[in-house]
């Protein structure tokens, strides 16, 4: 039976493949049976189901980032889509090809790489530029950097998403400091807009799904980039001690409120440029990406936590990334949709041969 993404599952579809368990749980019914509730994904989107009169024992043999195989039918439960499982064991490693449960960036890596590259050279302040140099003089930074999310579900949650969030964000800073009346610090707004989000790069680690470290729980990426900050600075030496402080309150207080995590409000113009443009382009991706996964045939989208509002769903062609074309991408719909933060790895993989005598 032909692995079939989740974005194309259709009421009524019964099915046979391999996904990747985003969470699930041990529930009981009201008569006393046990369940499991479950939550899978692949590169293409996820979907909630259930596994009806299910055991302790198999519950027990999965868990969040597992790749389980299922047998299951698609049903429709209030207006959404959701599997009904019927079979479920824990996947092989020989069985699956991996590459199928992680969603990437549609945009090119090496070109973003190069762009932020560039922006760094922008920067005419010797001190700023010395510290951003030196925090990416790291192989270990720059490889997580190109290949980290940036949010685990909500905007960008993707291989690539931070570098693709952060040079978008340089755009709109430098587009903003040339537009504005007021005379900004350009140097400190680039330094701080290519660094605001660098703790995520050791917040959140990418297997079969996105999940928080340990260090990103404990911490947080906003505390993690200002001790990177912290420690560049110490490194480098007699680093001037206001510019390193400024740098650490671009990323302490580019969340913009305390209820948001910033354990700072924004101080200075800077500081508040970075919040703005930070909080437009993780809402307006987070938006196409809602609507775009909204199967109900309302013209309105579910009400989002994140935006607090409903979406008009018949406007989403004005969510469209005008980028596309340098996404190698061509004006029809198929590849719009590609092009979008809803990202879809295009190749189809076929079921893995089961191991001898395995039925399912």
């Known amino acids: ?128 530029k010395q510290i951003v140099e030196h925090i990416f003089s790291s192989n270990e930074v720059c490889d997580k950097f190109k290949m980290s999310p940036a949010a685990k579900s909500n905007h960008h949650a993707y291989i690539g998403g931070l570098l693709e969030h952060t040079v978008s964000l340089l755009r709109y800073a430098v587009a903003f400091a040339t537009a504005s009346p007021v005379e900004l610090d350009l140097d400190l707004l680039i330094a701080g807009t290519v660094l605001h989000d660098i703790g995520k790069i050791y917040e959140l680690a990418v297997n079969v799904i996105i999940d928080y470290t340990d260090r990103g729980k404990l911490l947080g990426h906003l505390i993690i980039g200002s001790i990177m900050v912290e420690d560049v600075a110490r490194e480098l030496g007699g680093f001037p001690d206001e510019k390193k402080i400024l740098l650490q309150h671009m990323i302490l207080s580019h969340h913009g409120k305390y209820e948001y995590g910033s354990p700072v409000l924004p101080a200075i113009p800077e500081a508040f440029a970075l919040h703005h443009i930070d909080n437009l382009d993780a809402k307006t991706v987070a938006a196409c990406r809602i609507i775009n996964e909204d199967e109900s045939e309302s013209s309105w989208t579910e009400r989002s936590w994140m935006l607090d509002t409903t979406l008009y769903k018949k406007g989403q062609g004005s969510f469209v990334n005008k980028s596309n074309q340098d996404a190698g991408c061509d004006e029809n719909e198929d590849e719009l949709e590609a092009c979008t933060s809803k990202v879809i790895i295009e190749e189809q993989v076929n079921d893995s041969k089961p191991e001898s005598g395995r039925l399912f």
Do not use: C, H
């Open 1 to 128: 039976m032909e692995q079939v993404k989740i974005k194309n599952f259709a009421e009524g579809d019964i099915l046979e493949g391999f996904y990747a368990v985003k969470d699930a749980s041990l529930q009981t019914t009201t008569t006393g049976k046990n369940y499991i509730r479950v939550t899978i994904s692949d590169s293409s989107g996820l979907i909630s189901g259930n596994m009806w009169d299910a055991s302790k024992d198999v519950f027990s043999t999965f868990s969040s980032g597992s790749i389980i195989k299922i047998r299951a039918a698609v049903e429709s439960y209030r207006g959404k889509l959701q599997v009904k499982i019927d079979k479920l064991r824990l996947a092989d490693s020989s069985e699956v090809d991996y590459s199928q449960f992680i969603p990437q960036t549609k945009f090119n890596i090496d070109s973003l790489w190069d762009e932020l590259k560039g922006f760094i050279d922008t920067i005419a302040d010797t001190e700023y």
